[in-house]
């Protein structure tokens, strides 16, 4: 038995011309390949290429985020930044050839059709965009260096971003205000280096898609992040339903929130407060954590335990918050190793038990898809990923008393409050960016003028106070996904709506439920979004009525939830 753990996997720096070489090579072998059988084992032979070289750009990337001051992996970073495009351009070249291969039919007979709609999309990147995409990865990671630069003192301690997140959320209303604006601080200090990282990634963006022959950026990423079961009128219809049917529940939800508060009017650093006695907070340091969500996964599935011992053992997990960690938290893969590792900022809040099952539901889908498929179908696209993990916040439900004991149903109630309530925002994200891609030369005060028009027609509601830096629209600074992943946030909310089913499944017949989940954690990327949607036994968010149909259900949990708090 391999007993690596993750602190001791190596890293070496990619030399890029003698893989760009080794790629052209058996480019050459492909073409000229007497056979379908030849043609298959060069595919392989190529993922697993793919494989080795993706493993190293993910331990470079997890120990750069892990400690952006570290200067090894920085200058590592920057070299990847730079030499990625390049060899993406080679590497699309082949896949190029693997579309037109006289050999086509038996290929989709060996690796399935979805595989070459996800070349289509692949291979869009061409020669003509390295320079901007060089460009636009030193700016996406300018901006990570920016956030994780944060040092706040407060009360004669330094904090980070996350750090002060606790301090948001008590039952001091004084303390709340200090924090959140200290917070906003943080962002006037530098406004001008976030609106000028902005401002050169839409520019580049939009200069690339079009040299690559797009209309406008929107119609390169939708294609970049393999959309091949919608578009972005499917998407506007969408965020209609949104606001038709889920904004009137969140200002509900809000006004309900008041009344449990006891507060005359919700302002901006109201929101995290939910009860008027405290939120609830899980119990136990980090290692404490994760020993009961060891227990957790145990008692859920044969899978799941298998799962998290793997994961234990290897020590894949990076989660306290410190200085100089990057923001947020995220699971990635190092393929060679078969092996998820999950990125997390603790902070003592109820994020550390919701980040960590969402990220580990990442992770055990990832872990369930490395059974040697091709690299292409460990992952499916983003919002199909987003359904393991939001899904697996919920179907871990039963175990939340380890964590939060007599605190359970004030969890249960905020987890879900939060749920519904997020769904305006992340539609809100998304509109947002269509219409900076729209209009890629707007000035940075026409974006937050426009930020703030739409902020307001999802979350009316929305009360900045005295707060005339957030009231100007620049709340959006602090969402990672509109600098580094442009699109990448509506895919939240259809999961979101998908979670739900599973909750309500769940809550019927649990049993029942976890066999539709694992059923696409092992359709892994094998099909499509709508595809997977298929395999789970779930209803399209994007479909008339789906919705509309689930709001009262999720509404009646709350309110039992609220009688036994």
């Given at each position: ?8 996997y ?15 090579d ?12 030849e043609?298959k ?23 750069n ?14 070299f ?12 699309n070249?082949?896949?190029e ?12 007979g ?32 300018e ?16 904090y ?35 609106d000028n990282?902005?401002?050169?990634l ?18 390169y ?10 578009n ?5 219809k ?10 009137p529940?969140?200002?509900k ?20 407060f939910?009860f ?33 011992d ?7 997990f990076?989660?306290e ?11 990635t893969?190092?393929?060679?190793y ?5 990125f ?9 038990v ?10 055990f889908?990832?872990?369930t ?13 983003y ?6 993990s939001?899904s ?41 960016q ?12 026409e ?32 969402q ?10 509506i ?16 809550l ?18 094998i ?6 949607i ?23 949990i709350l ?7």
């Open positions: 038995m391999d007993t690596t753990k993750f602190k001791d190596k890293y070496e720096r990619i030399d890029f011309d003698k893989e760009i070489n080794f790629l052209n058996l480019r050459e072998k492909f073409i000229n390949a007497k056979s379908a059988e043609a084992e060069i595919i392989l032979n190529f993922d697993k290429k793919n494989k080795e070289l993706s493993t190293t750009c993910s331990l470079c990337f997890i120990r985020s892990i400690d952006t001051k570290d200067s090894f992996y920085k200058a590592e970073k920057d990847l930044d730079e030499h990625l495009p390049i060899y993406d351009v080679c590497k070249k082949f896949y050839e693997i579309l037109s291969s006289k050999f086509r039919k038996e290929l989709e060996f690796f399935g059709k979805h595989y070459f709609e996800l070349l289509e999309c692949f291979t869009i990147f061409k020669e003509e965009g390295i320079e901007y995409l060089q460009k636009i990865n030193k700016l996406t990671t901006y990570d260096e920016l956030i994780a630069s944060a040092e706040i003192e407060y009360k004669g301690k330094i980070n971003l996350s750090q002060l997140t606790p301090f948001s959320q008590s039952e001091d209303r004084k303390e709340r205000k200090e924090v959140s604006e200290l917070t906003t601080k943080f962002f006037i200090d530098n406004e001008e280096k976030f990282i902005y401002d050169q839409v520019k580049q963006r939009h200069e690339m898609a079009k040299a690559l022959g797009y209309d406008s950026f929107i119609d990423q939708y294609k970049n992040l393999m959309r091949v079961d919608y972005k009128e499917d998407v506007a969408y965020r209609d339903f949104v606001r038709e049917y889920v904004t529940v969140y200002l939800l809000r006004e309900m929130q008041k009344e449990r508060t006891c507060l005359d009017s919700l302002k901006y650093y109201d929101t995290s939910k008027k006695d405290g939120n609830a907070f899980p119990k136990g340091s980090t290692e404490e954590k994760l020993e009961k969500a060891k227990k957790m996964y145990h008692e859920l599935s044969n899978e799941t335990a298998k799962f998290i793997f994961m234990t053992e290897k020590e894949l990076d989660l918050s410190k200085p100089g960690k990057a923001g947020g938290g995220y699971c893969t190092l393929d060679e078969n092996a998820p590792f999950v997390a900022n603790f902070n003592g809040t109820t994020h550390d919701e980040v960590l099952t969402h990220e580990l539901g990442h992770a889908q990832s872990y898809s490395s059974d040697g498929r091709l690299e292409e179908y460990i992952w499916p696209t919002e199909a990923c987003e359904i393991h939001m697996m916040e919920f179907l871990t439900w039963p175990w939340m008393e380890l964590f939060f004991g007599e605190d359970t149903n004030k969890f249960k109630f905020s987890h879900l409050d939060g749920a519904i309530s997020f769904i305006p925002y992340g539609v809100t994200v998304d509109e947002f269509h219409w900076v891609y729209e209009n890629p030369y707007a000035s940075p005060e974006r937050k003028r426009k930020y703030s028009e739409i902020e307001r027609k999802y979350r009316p509601d929305i009360d900045y106070d005295d707060n005339e830096f957030l009231k100007k629209g620049t709340y959006w600074y602090r990672g996904h509109i600098f580094s992943t442009p699109f990448y946030y895919d939240y909310t259809l999961a979101q709506v998908l979670a739900f089913q599973f909750l309500l499944k769940s019927d017949d649990r049993q029942m439920a976890f066999k539709d989940y694992l059923n696409i954690c092992k359709t892994g990327g099909k499509s979004f709508f595809g997977i298929e395999d789970g036994n779930l209803k399209n968010p994007m479909k008339d009525g789906v919705i509309e149909d689930i709001l009262p259900k999720l509404l009646k309110e039992d939830l609220k009688e036994n708090i």
